[in-house]
Nanobody, 121 residues
């Protein structure tokens, strides 16, 4: 059974940092690309960042470029999102998602339960 469990969310002041983790199990983690997606209050899903299976290719939505860094540890079956210089508009529930191949330019078939990130003073 595929499981994706996010952690690391919380309340942080503007300008602060958080590191999200996504622990994966039930599949060969190193063979699949992964993404982070977020949903702000009252809004739809927004793709944030993606990484290919080997970790050598990444992509970001323009609004987080230079502030967020996606990475993965295939030995630990864990996906990360380092978020720096956080802004109130980054407030959202953050989900990790599993791609259907090693490339992030594909469909996604499994999602975690999400972790809440709130940026507020």
């Amino acid at each position: 059974e595929v499981q994706l469990v996010e952690s690391g969310g919380g309340l942080v002041q503007p300008g602060g940092s958080l590191r999200l983790s996504c622990a994966a199990s039930g599949f060969t983690f190193s063979s699949y690309a992964m993404s982070w997606v977020r949903q702000a209050p009252g809004k739809g899903l927004e793709w944030v960042s993606a990484i290919n299976s080997g970790g050598g290719s990444t992509s970001y939505v323009d609004s987080v470029k230079g502030r967020f860094t996606i990475s993965r540890d295939n030995a630990k079956n864990t996906l990360y999102l380092q978020m720096n210089s956080l802004k109130p508009e980054d407030t959202a529930v953050y989900y990790c998602a599993k791609a259907q191949s090693g490339s992030w330019r594909t469909e996604y078939d499994y999602w975690g339960q999400g972790t809440q990130v709130t940026v507020s003073s």
